[in-house]
């Protein structure tokens, strides 16, 4: 939506410069006959309803800025040129080209928390452009809004008046009487008519048939729809409106002036005491997009009587001037802007910095900048339609006064200036490439990703496109299943399987990423050189030829290894439940854990309180297990169950907004409120009450009291 809008906006700019050519190039024309004033708006039309122009060399229009606009779904940001302060090239810095150095390996290994990753900024220049994001969004909706109610009003009235004109008496060809219409005027689109008020008289009959036939001819009721679409699309534009009152009063004139040249000079006042008489307390009412009468009669009046055949040469200057302005201020576009760079991309990004900085720190100044390294960190293909670069950006900012900014945020001090160097890393700015022309993405981190290998900057990408909403929440496209199992902790985890290669029962499988009970989302990415779908191609040809272990073919037994593997805790296979077939949407719900503790230390004033975790064990459990834990079930179980609370550590939960309540009223559960759950934890001991707890996103969604027979 923000998007669409900001191209109308653009395209209503541009219209808006060529409206105030057209009405200079009408004065310079307001002698010369009214079909050259009349042509002129077409060139408005059409740099109001096509988004597409030419770029040339030089043209009327002032430039309409230098940037390019960004746009990904509903994140869309427009980026202007502006010098930065003395800020210097690094050696090798790449203006417009591929160069640069390859990246060495640059930051962590892969496997990183999602979202968050996909770039960040200083807390101020965020928060404008968290703000700004807002009000373009905001505008967009206001826009269709004004938008549907223009072109709802028309379509209404036009059923409307298509509905009353049924009434009309058909006289010839397509020329119908109607007692209703005030005006003479015409309505329809394919088969427009012409519809004439009752009781005209013949001799101003004739006159004003031949207007309605002129214009019909000249095909004005598709120009009065196309300028109807103008206004619906740039409603909240005044100049629009003024153009299209301009264009309707040229329209007229120019076929009255038609007329007079067809009939003769002689009918210039009889065609005249017409339009009087038909105008003396009459409006046409039936204003719609397919429908439109007379207006303006007495300018059109004057302009009757004053009207002189043009001599040739008048004509010949006069439509000169018309397609000299149609020709430059319609079809070329804005002047050709300055294609930006790599480079520029990154000086912005550094003045956005210092923004942020000035703008969010009292009294902050930087007096000079400084890139210290700008260099190309690989480059992806195959994720988007168009190629993909990173480009590492490192740079240091000199502040007027160092005492004055407290370094948070990631920046750090060297030397007397200032870094960008956090937990997360450098900066590394994505472009996508559309031929040779680079267009600036954003901006995510190094810390996280190997961005010194192929596979590590898939991830990356992969990662900071997803956030954008550009591509969906799967690396590899097929087959999916979803193992979901109970961690050491007791929180439930979900890992999300796919088959990268080969489909079906001869294809591997592998995990592309994990959710823990929080909800986080881990990205995993193979350990090799290679590309990831290089790499996948070659485990699978093993596979093929029989030289892998049957298990990679096996998604439950791949589950189980990820866990040993990656996570450290050996689980059995058969404890891992596994959802097959599955969609990357299943995977998008985070899982629910069920945890068995005493739950104490809850208040109404806050969302947390503690939780002792314990285990409930059975007559059923494993003897050797319950004789290192020192538990005789026929001492220990009179009840057939034994609660374990080996650490009697408190941990600190947090309440959902939504928390649901359960307590026992003798043996059968009873739903209460939070005061009332308190109210029955305040009888409890210090320990607390033994409670099932469900989590789901780091959240606690449910508390139950757990029976006690």
């Not at 010369?32 to 060399?57: D, G, M, N, Q």
């Not at 207007?211 to 206004?231: G, M, N, P, T």
């Not at 059109?300 to 006069?318: D, E, G, H, Q």
């Not at 004789?627 to 026929?634: A, K, N, T, Y």
Request: aromatic share 8%; charged share 20%; net charge negative.
């Amino acid at each position: 939506m923000t998007a669409i809008f900001q191209t109308v906006l653009q395209m209503s700019v541009a219209g808006s410069y060529v409206i105030l050519l057209v009405l200079i190039a009408r004065l310079i024309l307001r002698k010369a006959p009214k079909l050259l004033s009349y042509i002129l708006w077409f060139a408005v039309l059409f740099r109001l309803l096509c988004p597409l122009s030419f770029e040339t060399s030089y043209s009327l229009l002032p430039e309409l800025g230098t940037g390019n606009l960004q746009t990904a779904a509903d994140d869309t940001k427009t980026l202007v040129q502006r010098p930065l302060v003395s800020a210097s090239e690094p050696s090798g810095a790449a203006e417009g080209a591929t160069g640069g150095i390859t990246a060495d390996k640059d930051g962590v290994a892969a496997g990183s928390a999602s979202p968050g990753m996909a770039g960040t900024m200083p807390v101020a220049a965020e928060a404008a452009k968290s703000s700004s994001e807002h009000w373009q969004t905001v505008a967009g909706y206001i826009w269709l809004g004004g938008m549907s109610v223009m072109l709802s009003g028309g379509l209404v009235s036009a059923i409307r008046l298509n509905r009353q004109l049924k009434g009309a008496r058909h006289q010839s060809g397509n020329l119908y009487e109607w007692g209703g219409a005030k005006t003479p005027f015409v309505f329809g689109l394919l088969k427009p008519r012409i519809i004439l008020p009752a009781g005209l008289g013949e001799h101003e009959r004739g006159y004003i048939i031949r207007h309605e036939q002129v214009h019909i001819s000249r095909l004005d009721h598709l120009v009065k729809l196309a300028a109807f679409a103008a206004l619906c699309l740039h409603w909240f534009n005044p100049l629009i409106w003024l153009a299209v009152r301009s264009m309707d009063e040229d329209m007229e004139k120019s076929c009255d002036e038609a007329v007079i040249r067809e009939l003769g000079s002689s009918i210039k006042k009889d065609y005249s005491t017409s339009l009087l008489s038909l105008s003396t307390g009459r409006t046409f009412t039936g204003r719609t997009p397919l429908a439109f009468g007379e207006n303006s009669t007495k300018g059109r009046i004057k302009n009757i009587l004053n009207y002189r055949k043009p001599s040739f040469w008048a004509v010949t200057s006069a439509a000169a001037v018309v397609i000299i302005t149609v020709a430059v201020a319609g079809i070329t576009g804005n002047m050709r802007s300055q294609k930006l760079t790599e480079a520029d991309y990154a000086r912005q990004y550094i003045a956005d910095q210092i923004a942020g900085i000035e703008n969010g720190i009292k009294d902050a100044v930087i007096v000079d900048s400084e890139m210290t390294v700008f260099e190309q960190a690989g480059r992806v293909e195959g994720l988007l339609p168009e190629p993909l670069e990173l480009w590492r950006l490192e740079y240091r900012l000199e502040p007027e006064d160092m005492s004055r900014l407290p370094l948070a945020g990631g920046m750090n001090e060297v030397e007397g200036k200032i870094t960008e160097d956090s937990s997360l890393g450098k900066p590394v700015l994505v472009f996508a490439y559309e031929g040779s022309t680079p267009r600036y993405e954003g901006v995510i981190w190094s810390g996280p990703y190997d961005l010194g290998t192929p596979a590590g900057r898939e991830t990356a990408l992969q990662v900071f496109f997803e956030g954008k909403g550009i591509l969906e929440h799967e690396m590899y496209s097929g087959n999916h299943a979803i193992a979901k199992f109970v961690m050491s902790d007791g929180t439930s985890a979900h890992l999300l399987l796919s088959q990268p290669a080969v489909q079906g029962d001869s294809g591997i499988w592998v995990v592309e990423r994990w959710k823990d009970g929080n909800g986080y989302e881990y990205y995993e990415t193979p350990d090799t050189s290679l590309s990831s779908a290089d790499y996948f191609a070659g485990l699978q040809a093993e596979a093929d030829q029989g030289q892998q272990a049957a298990e990679r073919l096996d998604p439950q037994q791949v589950a189980a290894r990820f866990v040993q593997d990656e996570l450290g805790w050996n689980i059995a296979k058969e404890k891992i439940d596994l959802l097959i077939p599955a969609t990357a949407a299943d995977f998008t719900i985070s899982p629910i854990s069920e945890l068995l503790g005493y739950v104490s230390g809850m208040t109404l004033a806050e969302p947390g309180f503690k939780f002792d975790n314990a285990e409930w064990l059975t007559e059923d459990e494993d003897p050797a297990r319950l004789r290192r834990l020192g538990i005789d079930p026929e001492r220990d179980m009179p009840g057939g169950f034994y609660v374990l609370n080996k650490l009697a550590i408190k941990d600190p939960l947090e309440l959902s907004n939504e928390a649901e309540f359960t307590i026992m009223d003798g043996a059968a559960p009873k739903a209460v409120s939070r005061a009332e759950f308190i109210e029955r934890l305040d009888i409890m001991s210090d320990s607390g009450m033994l409670c099932t707890v469900t989590t789901q996103d780091g959240k606690v969604i449910r508390i139950a009291e757990r029976y006690l027979p």
